[in-house]
């Protein structure tokens, strides 16, 4: 069964300063790597998502992720936090083991110091 | 132009009422989900239904109801509701239950049980 694990349940930033949200994953066969963002009472949007192809990913909003297998990481960043990014952060894996059901880490809630 | 749209956006309840959650996709996906955000913001997914039928159901007391009268729509119908049933419910849909599909989800519904 994958599973994923989100490392520090909150982080803040300030304005101009690097994002960093970790997330490791454990999955017994090739994953799927998803990162989500929700913004205060709102529903979640797809920032990016690995599907093996380009280990670098980028997403919307400057973020990108790299997935590194050795690591089992799929870390997500952004070089420069701006007041808008403040918001719950979810790193999500699938795979075949699970029938490519998505399953979520706990969130990392971001937030920007001005 | 709602994507994924729910209703009602709140819900609050009484314990041992029923109620209803309408979820509505105007993007023409095949699949549709249930998800239930817990007070700690843990996401899991409760069921899926591809092209009105149930393809996903996760360990949810049958309390619990989905219904699709159409691939556009996936409702949820709750009965005797309990305490542990306030959550904030979404809705989300997928062109197809592939790994690396992208889920769009709805903005949620809040709901209390008093």
């Known amino acids: 069964a994958q599973s994923v694990t989100q490392l520090g349940s909150h982080v803040s930033v300030s304005e101009g300063a690097l994002v960093l949200l970790r997330c490791n994953y454990s999955?017994?066969?090739?994953?799927?790597l998803f990162w989500y963002v929700q913004y205060p009472n709102q529903g979640l949007q797809l920032l990016l998502k690995?599907?093996?192809?380009?280990?670098l990913v980028k997403g919307i909003n400057g973020f990108e992720a790299e997935f590194k297998k050795s690591e089992t990481s799929f870390h997500l960043t952004k070089p420069s936090a701006h007041m808008s990014d403040a918001a719950e952060y979810f790193c999500?894996?699938?795979?075949?083991?699970?029938?490519?059901?998505?399953?979520f880490g706990a969130g990392t809630t971001v937030t920007v110091r001005a | 132009d709602t994507a994924v749209s729910q209703t009602p956006k709140y819900l609050v309840t009484q314990m041992g009422n029923d109620k209803s959650i309408k979820c509505e996709q105007n993007?023409?996906?095949?699949?549709m989900y249930w998800y239930k955000q817990d007070s700690k913001k843990f996401l899991k997914i409760m069921f899926s239904?591809?092209?009105?039928?149930?393809?996903i159901n996760e360990t949810v007391p049958n309390r619990f109801s989905p219904k699709s009268p159409d691939k556009a729509h996936l409702n949820l119908h709750i009965n005797s509701l309990e305490l542990g049933d306030s959550a904030v419910y979404f809705c989300?849909?997928?062109?197809?239950?592939?790994?690396?599909?992208?889920?769009?989800f709805g903005p949620g519904t809040r709901l209390t049980v008093l």
């Open positions: 989300a849909s997928s062109q197809e239950t592939t790994s690396t599909d992208t889920q769009y």
């Open positions: 999955s017994s066969v090739p994953p799927y």
């Open positions: 690995y599907t093996s192809a380009a280990t």
């Open positions: 999500a894996v699938s795979d075949l083991s699970n029938d490519y059901k998505l399953s």
């Open positions: 993007l023409g996906h095949d699949t």
């Open positions: 239904y591809n092209n009105k039928e149930l393809i």
